[in-house]
């Protein structure tokens, strides 16, 4: 096959957060020295985290109550997919995605043109908190089988995808099976995904909001329509 030519990007950053006042700054500071522009989705927090990325260099669009992360990143997307970018850079607020991994995010997609590049953690049971070790795991076994080529990281939220092939989604997803969702549709329009290796960070002390059990079953049957489904 030819070597696809280098891809030219200009990125905007999508970062939808919900109660990450302590960690925000840092996240958009981060993301600020590898895009051209940051935009942060507030999912109704109320702790001060817009003042915050607003402080940072974000742009800050705001819900008035919390409505779920794929509603968060469905209104980030609705905003920059008017706008003159190339790419979006999903990462999420929580500081769990280190920025000095974004460049490789773009090498990748500069060098191949694929629709999805994603940032996969490695599974180490060691390191992960046992219940989030199987649920990636299951959850990419079924991404795997539903997109009908290899995702090594279902679950996770640092990606850089291509504007014109999001322009072409009609999303429905309204919590974590955002990604899954956006994962099985743009496969199933004939995207290539591509992986980078990137470093995994957990933070202790801090309850999740995810659940892993309850929402890994939640994001396996909502992607079975998401397959089969309009």
């Known amino acids: 096959m030819p070597v696809p030519a280098p891809q030219e990007v200009k990125i905007c950053a999508l970062?939808?957060?919900y109660n990450e006042a302590g960690t925000i700054a840092s996240v958009v500071a981060g993301a600020r020295q590898y895009t051209a522009?940051?935009?942060?989705?507030?999912?109704?927090?109320?702790?001060?985290?817009?003042?915050?990325?607003?402080?940072?260099?974000?742009?800050?669009?705001r819900h008035r109550r919390n409505e779920?992360?794929?509603?968060?990143?469905?209104?980030?997307?609705?905003?920059?997919?008017?706008?003159?970018?190339?790419?979006?850079?999903?990462?999420?607020g929580d500081g769990q995605?280190?920025?000095?991994?974004?460049?490789?995010?773009?090498?990748?997609?500069?060098?191949?043109?694929?629709?999805i590049v994603i940032g996969a953690r490695s599974f180490d049971r060691a390191r992960m908190p046992v219940e989030r070790y199987y649920s990636n795991r299951m959850g990419s076994r079924v991404a795997s089988w539903l997109?009908?080529?290899?995702?090594?990281?279902?679950?996770?939220?640092?990606r850089l995808i291509r504007v014109d092939q999001l322009r072409r989604?009609?999303?429905k997803a309204r919590r974590y099976e955002i990604e899954m969702e956006i994962l099985?549709?743009?496969?199933?329009?004939?995207?290539?995904?591509?992986h980078v290796p990137v470093q995994t960070i957990y933070h202790d002390g801090g309850p999740t909001k995810m659940k892993p059990v309850r929402d890994t079953l939640r994001i396996c049957l909502c992607s079975l329509a998401f397959r089969w489904g309009k």
């Open 15 to 17: 970062i939808p957060a």
């Open 37 to 61: 522009m940051v935009a942060v989705v507030d999912d109704g927090s109320t702790d001060g985290t817009a003042e915050a990325a607003e402080a940072a260099g974000a742009v800050c669009l």
């Open 68 to 92: 779920g992360k794929g509603a968060a990143v469905r209104t980030g997307m609705q905003y920059l997919l008017e706008r003159d970018f190339s790419h979006v850079l999903f990462l999420d």
């Open 97 to 115: 995605h280190n920025p000095e991994d974004i460049p490789l995010l773009i090498q990748s997609a500069r060098s191949t043109g694929a629709g």
């Open 147 to 158: 997109a009908g080529q290899e995702v090594l990281d279902s679950q996770s939220g640092f």
């Open 169 to 171: 989604l009609h999303l």
């Open 184 to 194: 099985i549709k743009m496969s199933r329009a004939g995207c290539r995904i591509e």
